[in-house]
């Protein structure tokens, strides 16, 4: 059993080993379900690829081979590492 603390603002914090159980990072998000007794169920908010899928695609944008991305990648971190 882990415990944690209520803060003024409402805020709690979820003890390492939970968290390291649950597998969250930072940014993750967390659902809490209340159950009839009172009781809060935590789980993790894993995106399905539904949630993610086609996010980046904007219509009339002209797709970018590997190759390019690679190439302008590169030329920045030359720039910026010289």
Same mark, same amino acid.
């Given at each position: 059993?882990?415990?944690?603390?209520?803060?003024?603002?409402?805020?709690?914090?979820?003890?390492?080993?939970?968290?390291?159980?649950?597998?969250?990072?930072?940014?993750?998000?967390?659902?809490?379900?209340?159950?009839?007794?009172?009781?809060?169920?935590?789980?993790?908010?894993?995106?399905?690829?539904?949630?993610?899928?086609?996010?980046?695609? !904007?219509?009339?944008?002209?797709?970018?081979?590997?190759?390019?991305?690679?190439?302008?990648?590169?030329?920045?971190?030359?720039?910026?590492? !010289?």
């Amino acid at each position: 059993m882990a415990l944690a603390t209520l803060t003024t603002k409402g805020q709690v914090t979820i003890p390492k080993k939970i968290r390291e159980l649950l597998k969250l990072h930072t940014g993750d998000k967390i659902e809490i379900i209340v159950t009839d007794n009172r009781e809060a169920i935590i789980r993790p908010v894993s995106k399905s690829i539904d949630d993610v899928f086609c996010k980046l695609h !904007k219509l009339g944008r002209k797709s970018v081979s590997l190759e390019a991305i690679n190439d302008v990648i590169r030329n920045r971190m030359n720039d910026k590492y !010289k």
